[in-house]
C-alpha cells in the first residue's frame, strides 16, 4: 500500500475570528458598535428630546448645554444625532430582514427545486423588479403612513429580488455540484442536503448582500427624510440634513454631523461586507460541474425475477431534447445484476455507461427523458418510488463509488462528519455507534491513521486516501448493489491496482451486486463476472468476462479489446483469466 504524506491538521477558524484578524473588519465593528451603543443610550448621553424646540437656542452654538449646538427651530442637535441613529439603524435593520424573509426563502427553494415554482417565482420578481421603488414608497408614505419604518418595510420588499436572485443562483450552482450528488445518492433527504451543504454556501453571499441591502436603506430612509417625508416627531439623519440645508448659510457645521454619521454607517457596513467575502473566500465564483436529477415514469408491471436477481433493466431509454430533435443518449438497455455478481459496463467515452448507471441511481438531469419497461431493485419497482422512497433505497441498498473522488467530498465538513451522517440516518446508529463504525470502516479500506482522516477536511488527504473514504462511505450503510463509476480514473496507476484490490475483497466479503462502469478491459479482468459492451447508447454484446476475452462475438468488442491490447498486455493475461466464474441467467 502507497504511503499517504499528511500534512498536519491545520485547525479551521471561524468567520468571525478570521475576521477579527483583519485591521479593517475591527475598526468597522467599532464603528457600527459606538454607533449603536449611542444610539441605544441616547436618554443617557442627552438630556433633551429630539423634537424639544427653545426658541432662544436657534442655531446656538456648541456649548456645554447643548455640545454640538442648536438647530434651526432651537432643538438640540445632539439628542437629534443620537435618536437619529435609531431611526436610521432600525430602518436598516427592518429592511435586511424583509428583504431576506420574502427573497430568501424563495430563493432556496427556486434554485433547489427550480420547475414551475422557479419560474413563478421568476415572474413575481421581475413584476417587482419593474416598479419603480422610489414612487411606491412616496405613494405608501403619502397615502399609508407617515412613518419611516413603514417605508422600510416596503423598501425590504421591493429588494427581495435581488436577494431572491442571489441566493437561487448560489444554491444552483452548489445543487450541481459532485458532492450534493454524492450526498444524495447517500440517501440524505433535500431537508438535510439543504442544511448541510447548500446553506453554508449561501450564508457568504447573503451576509454581503445583507450588508449592501443595509447601506442602501440607510441611503433612501435619509433621502425620503430630506424630501420632508416621515413623522414630524421621528428624528432623523435625513431629516437633520434638511434642516441643515436650510440653514447652510448661517450654520453650515449642522451639515457636518448627519453627514458624518451616516457616511461613517454606510463606510462601515460595505467595508465589513467587503471583509466577510474576503475572509469566507467567495470573491471567485465556483466552478459548476454537472447536474444530475432524477425524472420518473409511470411503472411497466412488475414480472417474476429468479430468485438470486438483483437487478433488471429492460428497455432503458434516456434522451435530451435539442432544437433539431431529441438527443438519445442511452436506446433500449437491457441488463440484470445477481446477488453478488460483478457486472462490467464497458465501452468507449459517450457510450452511455454513467447515463445507464445514473438512470438506476435515479440521478440525471431534470430534462432528461426517462422510460424504461422495466427497473427492479431487490423486488422493489424502481420506476415507481417516489423521492423519499428512492432517497431511503439509495445507500442502504444501493452504494455509489463516483470517479472523481475529491469533488464528491464536501470541502466544508470533516470526512469523519460526511461518513457519520448516512450511517445515523440510515441505520439509525447513535453518534458514538456511527463514528466507531466509521473508524472501523476506515480502519477496513486500508488507511493508517483513521483517527486522523476521521478528523481531517477532504484537502488534507490524497487523491488515494479520498477514494478509500468514499469507498468506505458507499459500503458503510451494507448495500445490496455498489454501483462504481469509473472508480480508479482519476487515480494514478499503484493506487489504482490497490482501490481495486479493496472493491473487490469487500464485494466478496459482503457479497454485494456491482455495477463497474469502466473503459478499461484490465479492470474487467480484474474484478468483474459479466460483461456488458455499449456502443453508441446500446448494449452490443453481454456475455461472461472469460468468454469476451477469448471469444468476442461482435466487432465492436474486438475492436475495444484489440485497442485496448495494442500498446501491452494490461494487468494480468486478459484472455485466460484465472478466477472462477459465476453461473449467471441474464
Ligand atoms: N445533460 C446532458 N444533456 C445532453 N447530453 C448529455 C447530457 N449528459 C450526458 N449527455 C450525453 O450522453 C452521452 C453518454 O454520456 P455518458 O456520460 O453516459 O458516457 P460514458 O459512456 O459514461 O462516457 P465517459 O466514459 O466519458 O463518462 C454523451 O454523448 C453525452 O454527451
Not at 73 to 98: C, E, H, N
Amino acid at each position: 500500500m502507497t504511503a499517504v504524506e499528511f500534512p498536519p491538521a491545520p485547525k479551521r477558524d471561524g468567520l468571525v475570528r478570521r475576521a477579527l484578524r483583519d485591521p479593517l473588519a475591527v475598526g468597522c465593528l467599532v464603528v457600527l458598535a459606538l454607533l449603536i451603543v449611542a444610539s441605544l443610550a441616547a436618554p443617557l448621553l442627552t438630556g433633551y428630546e429630539p423634537d424639544h424646540s427653545v426658541m432662544a437656542d436657534t442655531l446656538a452654538p456648541m456649548s456645554g448645554s447643548h455640545p454640538l449646538g442648536g438647530d434651526g427651530v432651537g432643538r438640540d442637535v445632539l439628542s437629534r444625532l443620537l435618536y437619529g441613529g435609531r431611526t436610521s439603524l432600525v430602518g436598516g435593520t427592518l429592511a435586511v430582514l424583509v428583504a431576506f424573509a420574502v427573497g430568501g426563502p424563495l430563493g432556496l427553494i427556486s434554485g433547489f427545486y427550480r420547475g414551475w415554482f422557479d419560474a413563478v417565482a421568476g415572474w413575481i420578481v421581475n413584476v417587482i423588479m419593474a416598479v419603480p421603488a422610489i414612487i411606491v414608497m412616496l405613494v405608501v408614505m403619502a397615502a399609508v403612513s407617515q412613518d419611516l419604518n413603514v417605508a422600510m418595510v416596503v423598501l425590504g420588499v421591493i429588494m427581495a429580488p435581488m436577494v431572491f436572485r442571489l441566493i437561487r443562483a448560489s444554491v444552483i450552482a452548489v445543487r450541481e455540484e459532485l458532492y450534493v450528488d454524492a450526498a444524495r445518492v447517500s440517501g440524505l433527504g433535500d431537508g438535510r442536503i439543504m442544511r448541510r451543504h447548500v446553506l453554508p454556501v449561501v450564508i457568504a453571499p447573503s451576509l454581503i448582500q445583507a450588508t449592501q441591502v443595509f447601506a442602501v436603506a440607510i441611503g433612501i430612509q435619509a433621502g425620503l427624510a430630506f424630501l420632508g417625508l416621515g413623522k414630524a416627531s421621528q428624528a432623523s439623519w435625513g431629516a437633520m440634513l434638511g434642516d441643515a440645508f436650510t440653514n447652510i448659510y448661517n450654520a453650515p457645521a449642522l451639515l457636518v454631523w448627519p453627514g458624518a454619521a451616516m457616511g461613517l454607517t454606510i463606510l462601515a457596513s460595505s467595508l465589513l461586507g467587503n471583509v466577510v467575502r474576503d475572509a469566507l473566500g467567495t470573491a471567485e465564483p465556483r466552478v459548476v460541474r454537472r447536474r444530475k436529477r432524477v425524472e420518473r415514469r409511470a411503472a411497466a408491471p412488475v414480472a417474476e425475477a429468479p430468485a438470486d436477481r438483483l437487478l433488471t433493466v429492460a428497455g432503458l431509454r434516456v434522451g435530451y431534447p435539442k432544437p433539431g430533435g431529441d438527443k438519445t443518449v442511452v436506446d433500449g438497455v437491457s441488463l440484470t445484476v445477481a446477488r453478488g455478481e460483478v457486472l462490467g459496463l464497458v465501452g468507449e467515452s459517450g457510450s452511455g455507461k454513467s447515463q445507464t448507471a445514473f438512470s438506476v441511481l435515479g440521478l440525471l438531469p431534470n430534462e432528461a427523458e426517462v422510460t424504461a419497461d422495466r427497473m427492479v431493485f431487490d423486488g422493489k419497482d424502481l420506476l415507481g418510488l417516489d423521492l423519499a422512497a428512492l432517497n431511503a433505497l439509495r445507500g442502504r441498498g444501493i452504494g455509489y463509488i463516483p470517479q472523481e473522488p475529491m469533488s464528491n467530498l464536501d470541502p466544508c465538513f470533516r470526512i469523519g462528519s460526511q461518513l457519520v451522517e448516512p450511517m445515523r440516518k440510515h441505520l439509525g446508529l447513535s453518534r458514538a455507534e456511527a463514528r466507531a463504525k466509521a473508524l472501523e470502516l476506515l480502519a477496513r479500506v486500508g488507511i493508517p491513521d483513521p483517527e486522523r482522516v476521521f478528523r481531517s477536511y477532504p484537502h488534507q488527504i490524497s487523491g488515494g486516501m479520498a477514494q478509500r473514504v468514499l469507498i468506505a462511505g458507499a459500503v458503510s450503510c451494507d448495500p445490496r448493489l455498489l454501483i462504481a463509476d469509473e472508480p480508479t480514473t482519476a487515480l494514478d496507476v499503484t493506487v489504482q491496482a490497490e482501490v481495486l484490490d479493496l472493491m473487490r475483497s469487500l464485494q466478496q466479503e459482503r457479497e454485494m451486486g456491482m455495477i463497474l462502469v469502466t473503459h478499461d478491459f484490465g479492470v474487467v479482468a480484474d474484478i468483474c463476472d459479466r460483461v456488458a459492451v455499449m456502443q453508441k447508447g446500446r448494449i452490443v454484446e453481454t456475455a461472461p468476462a472469460r468468454q469476451i476475452f477469448a471469444a468476442p462475438e461482435h466487432g465492436y468488442t474486438r475492436m475495444l479489446l484489440d485497442s485496448t491490447l495494442e500498446g501491452g498486455p494490461a494487468r494480468g493475461d486478459l484472455r485466460v483469466p484465472d478466477k472462477p466464474l459465476k453461473e449467471v441467467t441474464s
